[in-house]
């Protein structure tokens, strides 16, 4: 049996390893520059929702400020670097040191609210900043926001403001996202964050500190965010405060539920998913956004859990297949794990 | 500037007013079924876009235009009811809340298909100044003062002495033994969906009138509302008056002696700091909440 495990990890390392490779040689194979930009999007937004399942899918928290992490990620990198002069490293630096200290302030009031009430008051918070982006006209230049300079900076001698270069950097913060979140939660830290959403009043009975796991969970997801909106920033080089309002707070919470949070792959189908369909339904033109609303509904309410769960069977099955020694159920058994 | 306080005071009342009377809406609806029900901003505009239609569009009186957009409103409010949550009751909690949202956006961008995104406003029918001291009401803005605690006294009465309202408050402390004891569970929330819907018209009838109305703001008035619901906690109707109009008074006098950019924000840094010293709302007497 123990072969039979053996083989079966080093075949799923090898698809992994497939998939890694086929992203490193993405830019070679798609040649059409728009797909390539939708890439770099969905790439950015699988960190944005890495981060809310964090909250969301292993602390049980639904949290709405998604959207306002990485607003202020995107101001806090864009603003240095305009007023400031700094560069991209730094500004994704002095983003994560944003994250932490909002994710902290807006956590201690919300996160001592439960269900419903702590996503209002995290939807609360996400139209707060928005106000604030908007209204505060003198540092944010109001409603028409402000555009930086490109990075000057090179990634192994590929320059950065070009789409390529931008790419891979993105790229590589996507796959340290994915094993943060893998370590994270196969750590006890982890297991003690999952353990509050199963149960907040069992979890402290045996000594996890419940408040703090959830604190740290929601800093998490603000530091995620706000290095997400510190690449967009600096990909686009350009932010008005339109791009962070409460109804994209919506769609970051649709981006989880579609792929399915609480899992690694989850965020990223769902990022993909969100980004691409809007673009797909480009021929119903005025009723695109009403269409990408209803279609994602039905999708939501079709696969409660996201599209994962199927998918997971399918591979279960799949693997099953391969590896006949092994019964189905020793593989659902080693998928739910 | 004694009289500007004055003034921003009055302003803060009627406003208030009218953020009570969506929190009431939402906190019975919440109370009763466990719902955040977003889609009751969507009622609120559905009710302004429909009194503009009646009243500038069509030329109609101003008082039938009125009662048949009510009407118009809460029978959305109940086909919602119906159709979209009563379906999703046995459903996961996170369900309906992408529902409650997800109808909000949808009525949003409908409005802005069939109105267009610019600002609408009903002519109100009288408004003659009243002095008060220095300070100026318009008769209109005094009448739906006194309309809004007329409806609100109704309610608390109906709470408290029908038999509608027992049930009402027999379910959102425990909808299983409500049960037991013969409360009709649809019936009542139907009932609970349509007077809040109600209530929501009216709110849309008097923003449309005093201030205006855009695709977006269903979406600001319900977060309002649901502000005013978590500041005081729920099921609570003296409470909810004053939640709404702390909301409205901190609103005015912040954008008038703040900045005005910042209206829309004061009420929910109210909130959050709320959150901070009384996470179970201002006014809590130990009611029940089913989160």
């Keep these: ?337 | 500037m004694s009289t500007m306080v004055l003034q921003q005071v009055i302003n803060g009342i009627v406003t208030g007013g009218l953020y009570t009377l969506i929190a009431m809406g939402l906190s019975q609806i919440f109370g009763v079924l466990g719902i955040s029900h977003f889609a009751h901003g969507s009622v609120v505009i559905i009710a302004g876009y429909l009194g503009y239609t009646f009243t500038r569009v069509l030329g109609w009186a101003l008082f039938p235009s009125v009662i048949l957009s009510i009407i118009c409103c809460t029978v959305v409010g109940l086909l919602m009811e119906r159709f979209a949550y009563r379906p999703m009751m046995t459903k996961p909690q996170i369900n309906i809340f992408i529902l409650a949202l997800g109808m909000l956006f949808i009525v949003d961008n409908l409005a802005e298909m069939i109105w267009g995104p610019d600002p609408l406003a009903i002519q109100a029918a009288s408004n003659v100044p009243i002095h008060i001291g220095p300070a100026v009401l318009t008769t209109f803005r005094l009448a739906v003062v006194l309309i809004n605690f007329a409806v609100l006294f109704g309610l608390w009465g109906l709470m408290k002495f029908t038999k509608l309202g027992r049930s009402i408050r027999a379910m959102a402390q425990n909808r299983e033994a409500a049960k037991i004891l013969g409360v009709n569970l649809n019936q009542t929330s139907a009932l609970v969906f349509g007077i809040g819907s109600a209530l929501a018209g009216l709110c849309g009838i008097f923003y449309t009138s005093m201030i205006q109305i855009v695709p977006s703001s269903g979406g600001t008035l319900v977060l309002k509302g649901f502000a005013v619901m978590i500041l005081v906690g729920l099921g609570n109707i003296p409470g909810t008056i004053v939640g709404g109009l702390i909301m409205g008074l901190v609103e005015s006098l912040g954008a008038t002696f703040i900045s005005e950019a910042f209206k829309d924000s004061y009420g929910f840094l109210v909130l959050i700091l709320a959150m901070l010293f009384k996470p179970d709302g201002l006014f809590n007497r130990k009611t029940q909440i089913k989160y």
């Design chain 1, 1 to 337: 049996m123990i072969t039979g495990n053996n083989a079966k990890k080093h075949f799923v390392n090898v698809i992994l390893i497939v998939i890694l490779v086929v992203f490193i040689f993405l830019p070679k194979i798609v040649t059409v520059s728009y797909y390539l930009h939708l890439i770099v999007m969905s790439l950015i937004w699988f960190i944005l929702i890495s981060g809310l399942n964090v909250i969301q899918g292993y602390t049980g928290y639904v949290s709405m400020c998604q959207i306002a992490f990485y607003g202020i990620g995107a101001y806090t990198s864009g603003l240095l670097m305009k007023n400031l002069h700094w560069g991209l490293g730094q500004g994704i630096l002095a983003a994560v040191g944003m994250g932490l200290i909002v994710g902290t302030i807006i956590g201690f009031p919300s996160l001592r609210t439960k269900g419903h009430y702590f996503s209002i008051v995290t939807l609360a918070f996400t139209m707060l900043m928005f106000t604030i982006l908007r209204g505060w006209s003198g540092l944010t230049g109001g409603i028409v926001g402000f555009a930086v300079r490109p990075v000057s900076e090179s990634l192994f001698g590929i320059p950065l403001n070009t789409r390529q270069g931008y790419y891979y950097l993105v790229l590589i913060f996507a796959v340290l996202t994915i094993l943060f979140v893998k370590r994270m939660t196969g750590s006890r830290t982890g297991r003690a964050i999952i353990a509050v959403r199963e149960n907040e009043n069992l979890a402290s009975s045996i000594g996890v500190n419940v408040f703090a796991m959830k604190l740290l969970a929601f800093d998490i997801s603000a530091v995620l965010g706000c290095i997400a909106g510190a690449l967009y920033m600096h990909y686009v080089n350009f932010v008005s405060p339109a791009g962070f309002a409460a109804e994209y707070a919506m769609n970051t919470l649709l981006a989880g539920m579609v792929g399915g949070v609480g899992t690694l792959v989850g965020p990223a189908i769902g990022s993909f998913i969100v980004i691409f369909l809007p673009e797909m339904l480009r021929a119903a033109a005025l009723y695109r956004q009403l269409a990408f609303g209803i279609v994602l509904i039905i999708i939501v309410f079709a696969l409660p859990h996201g599209v994962v769960r199927p998918l997971t069977k399918l591979w279960t099955w799949a693997l099953a297949k391969i590896f006949r020694k092994n019964n189905v159920e020793e593989a659902t058994l080693a998928s739910n794990k």
